[in-house]
């Protein structure tokens, strides 16, 4: 079939142009031009993602949109899928992908290791992609250290700072702590069923006890990913530490492909318990108030943006919960349509503030800290990445006409469409908690427009092109998709379709 | 022709914005010509809206699962108030050409303004309670912008994150209200929801109009939720006068108004709007004759004068409630911005240091008289006949001690209003200021507003014609008079005699307060309790702090020890496990 191909190509282009990239830019470094090395191992990436983009087009066209079924392929014993939540994961990770890649251009430039920089990033773009698209517990497991390992690399990227290490160290450390749970919690369910693959789990689970030890090894292994309230305290350090382009892949993405594992996992589990929905609820609710407390009292701007992703997952988590316990799929579309936009505004946020931390600090080769106090007056300077950081933290705090408004506004919906009591207060507990987002978010807003300079954007350098396209392509997306929301429901319907299915088929 | 009319109000303004957006700010003549030209087209776009009123739904774009479809619906109610939203923030931007000459930032001035003015013609507008939320938040957001448009001072920023978060919490309640309704029709439409309100669930339905009400006492500065209004004085004065006096204020009015037929049924309901509405009328004229400063005893005067539009909503004169808004609408913007002329020739917003200013700038002096005169409810400007109204349909159909409050209330008014007129414009100079009467763009604005306060009172008539015409599930609730019946009706009332009587009554126990000295002991205690916002601005504070002590206190959470970081994990699982074994 046609689509096999396309399939093998989506996931296999980017792994393998890893290495190439690295090679191809060491090649060049040899030459001993400046910037020769950053220029191919740039170029080699956009190549490859280009491949990537090419075969990933090709099965969003051959995909039925209607039929909640997956696309399967089975190549040797590696079972690969594709449904509805495969391409939406898939897409954000590459268009983030993209993204950061043109971005890094100047922000990674003259830093020692460039090579390795762009490998381990298109690494782990496919790593996700293959973590969307895995049909079996093993290989969904591997994916996910394939995932986990590129990203060590890259949150530790500044190897001769000393926080960017320790923030690295805990990441290394909790991350695999998880996986660890998680492999032992797929022992648990082979031990149990004979079966990795997540159809035929679900077709035998039952609720014995080591089942139930397995899905909690699950949410917590996962959870460590995913940022969930209590496994979440290696993110602040890991997503402020990183370079920027990579926090925006952090925070816009790879936490999200955490939740996508742990959804996959949990899903072949459906029939164990009941209490599946409660517990995201619960997790979303605790997200939310923790991250949004804590965000309250930061004054860096990327561990405050750090803690909000916090509260954003809870957003995510609470509509698939609500979806898991109401039998419908409202709360999941609105769970995904989150992601997509959280994913959108939380790149674009990361890679303002990245965009004023190179101007503002690393241009002028410091590693110190962006804070809100910095900002002072960097409109004037920067009009495009203060308003882009503007448009991008007030879409994160839901105010309309931005995207974060109308995938908030999904979730509630379908909260209130539950008709639960309990449900409805989660609804007005998370729309309250939104209010209270803005408390931290709208001073960066005011520090930006602010006329009086600090001393820090008064030296500050200029923007590089290549950092104000990603910025501008962001922006109109996180605008247009809070005016038009329908613009991306052919991803967020079919995926919240296919969670639904996956659980059960409701 | 009307759907175009309808979003070429909202869209127009906005491309301004936009354009205004990307202005660069070294070219501030250019950027007050454009905002000006949007801002005058934005009037008379809406002007020509009149006379397509209908009740048909002119647009309708279907957004896609979960959002219904966008639709836009210019009745009698919507084009009335776009009208007052457009004309006036038309007369606020030319106002501004001279009130913000020479400030830095224009770009975002106008831009925010044209963008508010966008977002008001389209809550009112629209028909579907999303849109009505969408835009409702809009406006939070330029209020809050513009509050805090001088981001270099604390207290603009304080006042302006107050302004948000405020009327934000209150919004959760309009939120939860649109949610519910979705949830039980299956569609936004608010015609929809008031023809088939009674099929919800009484509880559903009474969730819906105690949120309803808590959204719009935030917006509209009501009490318990009135503190934001006073802080958001910091805001440029030309913004007080559009958005934090003549039109967003209004919002919750005409949520109010807008959907009574549904709520007017629900235990309590009215009960509860009236109570709002007399705390707030009373409450707010007791801060303002306490008040110093010129734009906080403006902005108490609004709170309390929002006060009587929600009381009449409340006893269910509908009409007189939107009549009293037209009123306060003009009246009030003539005041905050006669108030900006003063204030950007003086300096100050200190009214004791003011002062004998009325030989100096005749022609402020005047306009203010006017607009004053209204406020106190004096005859025979446009806020005497609108009060009259007002106090005579709840003297008719509300309770007796809100009567006695609301008149008691009128009194204060008067009482104030004379003072602060008084203290700015007569009296002896507290300080040699060098000030000059005001410019060409201030009078192009003022004038028409005086105007305007001295006869839209005739417009009674014409109002009555507009809303009965249009809202046919408001038809059995519009006690709507033409302009003549009005007349004889407010003249011939023994509520009017009443009125009056408290009105000289305040008028002269100012004029005379030397001989109450001896009372004045007496009157430390409320003056004391009025300064302190009776409470309600501790309140806050408690909630504020509260909230950011226990940011603190989760902060110790993040120990950033990796042996506590792993604790987390564990504990986690367990609990976890726990959860998952009580499901199974």
Redo the contacts between chains.
Sequence with gaps: MYYSNAILTLVVTPLLSAPLIYLIGRLFMRTGRAGAASNASQLASLLALAGTWKAYIDIVLQFNRSSATALRYITGSVPLQVDGLSILLAGLALTLGTLVVIYSRMYMRNEDGEEKYYAMLVAMTGAMIGLACAADLFNLWVWFEVMALTSYLLVAFYREQKASLEAGVKYLVQSAAGSSLVLLAIALVFMETGTLDLYRIGASAVGTPLMLAAGALFVAGFGVKAALVPFHTWLPDAHAQAPSGISAMLSGVVIEAGLVALLRAISALMAVTLSWGVLLMIFGALNMLVGNLIALKQTQVKRLLAFSSLSHVGYMVMGLGIALHAGTAAGATGGVFHLINHGLMKGLAFLAVGALLYALHIAKGSHNPLTISDLAGAAKRYPLATLALSIAVLGLGGLPPLAGFMSKWQILVAGVQANNRLIFYLVIFAALNSVLSLGYYAPIVNAVYRQKPSAAVLNGSSLPLSMQVPMVLLLLAVVVLGLWPGLVQWLTDPAGNAIMATFGGY | MTQWLVLSVIFVPWLGALLL?LSSDRAPRLQHLVASAFAVVTGLLSLCLLPLVTERTVVSV??????GNFTFVPDGLSVFLTVIAAVIGCLAVIFSIDYMHGE??LG?YYSLVLLFIGSMTGMVLTSSM?LLF??W??M??CS??LI?FY??DPKA?AG??KA??MT??G??GL??GA??A??FLGTYDIQTFLAYAHRLPEFALSIMAFGFLIGAAAKSAQVPFHTWLPGAMEAPTPISALIHAATMVNAGVYLLARFYPAFAAVPGWTTAVVVVGVLSAFLGAVMAITASDLKRTLAYSTISQLGYMVYAVGVGAVYASQFHLMSHAVFKALLFLGAGAVIHAVGTRDMRQMGGLGQKMPFVRNVFIIGTLALAGLPFVNGFWSKELVLEEGLAHGPLWAYILMVLGAGLTAAYSLRMVYMVFYGTAKKEHHVHDAPAAMRTALAPLALGTLVTWLLAGWLSELLTGSLPYHLSHLHAPGTVELIVDVLTAPATLVAIVVIAAGLLAWWYRDLFASLSKAAALPAAMAGADFGFEWLNRVIVGS??L???V??L????H?S???L??A????A??G??????
């Design positions: 957006a279907a957004a896609g699962s979960v959002f830095a930032q975002r999303l969408f835009f938040e809009m939070a957001f809050y912008a805090s981001n270099d920023v302006g994150m948000l978060i934000q919490t919004g959760v939120l939860a949610l519910i979705y949830s909230t950011l226990a940011g603190s989760l902060r959470t993040q120990t950033g990796l506590w970081n792993a987390g994990i504990g986690g699982a367990i976890v496990l959860l998952l074994v009580w499901g199974s």
